[in-house]
């Protein structure tokens, strides 16, 4: 009689390790292969059914094609009756044989938090760089949670590279979330055979929807929007239009998930023509990224200055660097001295900051070394 127990679970790694992470079982590959060891008349195996079973995502690159159609079949015959089956994000296919209740993780956007915009201890460069435009972007997420549609927000940003389109995203999602958004690097999808991995090709592909479903934030990255290829933009029509987005194995709810793409053009009209009229259109905002000017450049050497002294590991260096540091910031601004604000960019300044700080950190271990460090 089968008494099995099926709980389905549509969340990230984290969420359903947190489920699942006092329980003892052993696993699902090595089960598989031991399972497999019956077809084999050479050997004399006794095949004792699994009391408990869990299957996490990454457990279903683990197996063949064949094997995940058949899943479902797959679970009676490595479990006995009364089986407990923990599922993470299972295929369309086994989702349809099931009338379990299933286990979704909400993502949550925490507007409490949104004070640190207007707080002077906040110490981050995106405070400095793009403070109007982080109290745009949040007006309108607080404004979509509100709406009934629960469709994406997609939030395009537009402006020179390395002027921190995609730090400012990194760092909005932090805050928002806790977490890193989900980020898709779209240049690296600029031909067919990239584009597969996009996409899928097979029911065991990490693909975009796959990752989808793991995600643990509704904050998602599509970086360097422009430079995929346009075959590309036929599935990002679904993907800023709909509430569910998948392929022919799974499905994910992206209900009220906040999209952001960034591209280097440099006017709404360049966008507009480069980018399909579908695709322009279901954009729901555009955001110039400005160059920055004299003071934000001196602002973000003080903050980077003070991120990397913090992250040095040894205190005697970190020392060295902040009793030097009135001719550390000398040098750095001598690099800058013939570079003009549009030649400056958030790139540049850590670039020059971080070989400043590595020449002090040579000369310090080079008279440590000697004997002679003060």
Request: charged letters at 25%; glycine letters at 2%; aromatic letters at 12%.
């Amino acid at each position: 009689m089968n008494n099995r127990i099926y709980k389905i679970f549509f969340c990230s790694d984290h969420y359903f390790d947190n489920h699942i992470n006092l329980l003892e079982y052993d696993n699902f590959t090595d089960i598989i292969r031991n399972h497999d060891k019956l077809n084999n008349p050479n050997l004399d195996f006794e095949f004792i059914p699994a009391p408990l079973l869990v299957i996490n995502s990454n457990d279903y690159l683990g197996i063949n094609e064949s094997a995940n159609l058949r899943l479902f079949d797959l679970i009676i015959d490595i479990t006995n009756d009364n089986a407990t089956i923990y599922i993470q994000n299972p295929t369309d296919t086994f989702l349809s044989k099931m009338k379990e209740k299933i286990c979704k993780e909400n993502y949550t956007i925490d507007f409490e938090k949104l004070h640190y915009i207007k707080s002077p201890i906040y110490y981050d460069t995106s405070n400095v760089l793009h403070k109007n435009i982080i109290n745009e972007i949040i007006q309108s997420i607080n404004f979509h949670d509100i709406l009934t549609n629960n469709l994406p927000l997609v939030i395009l940003l537009y402006g020179k590279s390395g002027v921190g389109k995609t730090h400012l995203v990194h760092d909005l999602s932090i805050q928002l979330t806790g977490k890193n958004p989900l980020r898709f690097q779209l240049s690296n999808y600029q031909n067919l055979e990239n584009l597969t991995e996009l996409f899928g090709e097979n029911i065991s592909s990490d693909d975009m929807v796959f990752k989808l479903m793991k995600r643990n934030t509704n904050i998602i990255l599509l970086d360097e929007f422009d430079k995929t290829n346009p075959i590309a933009y036929n599935t990002f029509y679904r993907l800023f239009d709909e509430k569910f987005f998948g392929n022919r194995y799974r499905t994910t709810n992206i209900q009220n998930l906040v999209i952001f793409c960034t591209t280097n053009y440099q006017n709404i009209n360049d966008i507009e023509e480069n980018l399909p009229a579908p695709i322009f259109n279901r954009i729901d905002k555009y955001i110039y990224v400005p160059n920055l000017d004299f003071n934000q450049l001196i602002e973000i050497i003080e903050i980077e200055l003070h991120l990397y002294i913090h992250n040095i590991g040894d205190e005697k260096i970190r020392t060295f660097i902040e009793l030097n540091i009135k001719e550390i910031k000398k040098d750095i601004y001598i690099n800058f001295h013939d570079l003009s604000c549009n030649q400056l960019n958030y790139r540049v300044i850590k670039k020059y900051i971080s070989e400043v700080l590595e020449k002090y950190v040579f000369a310090y271990n080079l008279a440590e070394k000697d004997g002679i460090s003060s």
